[in-house]
Structure formats: C-alpha cells, structure tokens
C-alpha cells in the first residue's frame, strides 16, 4: 500500500537550508575577534583626523582674516570666543561684522596660543598689507586628548609676520611658542 504524498519523508538528497548554531557561533566570534583588533586603530584614525580637522578651519580662519584685510583695506581679526578651545571668530576690528565663525572643539581636544614680539595671545591681526599687525609671529598648538596625548602628532601652526600661514606635526619642535600639548 501506497503512503499519501502529505507522509512521505524528505528525500537524502535535500537538506534544510540555513546556519547551523555551531557556525553561528562560530561566525560571531571571528567576527568579535576582528573588531577587538581593529578597533583602536579605528580610534586613532578618528583622533587624528579630529586634529587635522581642526587645523584646517583655525588655517581657514586665518586665511579668510588675511583675505579680507587685503580686500576691505583694514584690519582683520581672529578672536577666541572665550577660549581659543570654545571657537572662534573672524571680524574687522572696528566693527563687530562677523566674517567668519567656528564653533568649539570636540571635547577633549585644546588649541593653544601665543604671540611674539607684542601682541596678545587672545587676538591675531593682519593689516591691510597681509601682514600680522603687531607680533613678528603667532603659534598655534592643536593638541590631542587626554587619552591619546602626544606632541609628535599633534599640529603646530605659525603665522609669520609677513602673514605667511604654515602648519606641521610635532608641537614639541623648540620654535613652538605656544607650547607643547
């Protein structure tokens, strides 16, 4: 006698489709694996381009002051908003027009500066010429986190008196008069 179709067992040849438990496993602990290694290489990736950032738009900053200056006919400056940390802004001097604006740094991070030759450390500004107003040069030091200090890849960032704008690594470099981070 013959079984109903609705009875008959599934041949040998035809599996269930889908992961076993054990190769589920399996899977998430490779994958587990690969995170724990790649993760703090993934975070100073993010720390370095925190900074690189940063010294962009503090560079961007002093270029749009330098620019306008030289275009307006009048003096330009770059002021912290409160602490060069908090931000900062780009205005003429005698009015309080904002050219330009940044807000504060992600936490952690610090930006440092200093003034030689006359000048304050809490103002950069260039005269209608280009050229810095009252010091004979002006550091920047954009430094890293407190977990993940270092002065070798922090960014040292100088304007010259002529208003020349140049920025490297390493805080740490004996010509830095804004410090080390």
């Known amino acids: 006698m013959r079984m109903p179709n609705q009875y008959r067992y599934a041949s040998p040849t035809c599996r269930p489709r889908g992961f076993t438990l054990v190769e589920l496993m399996i899977t998430l602990a490779v994958l587990a694996i690969a995170v724990a290694i790649g993760l703090p290489s993934f975070r100073e990736f993010g720390v370095r381009m925190n900074v690189t950032e940063t010294t962009n738009e503090i560079v961007r900053a002093l270029n749009v002051a330098r620019t306008e200056a030289v275009r307006r006919g009048v003096n330009v400056v770059v002021v912290p908003n409160g602490t060069w940390t908090q931000g900062w802004i780009v205005r003429p001097e005698a009015t309080a027009e904002v050219l330009y604006s940044h807000v504060a740094l992600a936490s952690g991070y610090t930006l440092k500066a200093n003034s030689t030759g006359g000048g304050s450390a809490s103002q950069v500004t260039f005269r209608a010429t280009g050229a810095l107003a ?17 002065d070798a890849e922090s ?6 008196g002529s208003g020349l704008i140049r920025s490297q690594r390493n805080t740490a470099n004996g010509q830095n008069s804004a410090g080390t981070c």
């Open 134 to 150: 009252v010091a004979t040069s002006f550091d920047f030091s954009v430094c890293r986190p407190t977990f993940s200090p270092g």
């Open 155 to 160: 960014r040292w960032i100088r304007v010259e």
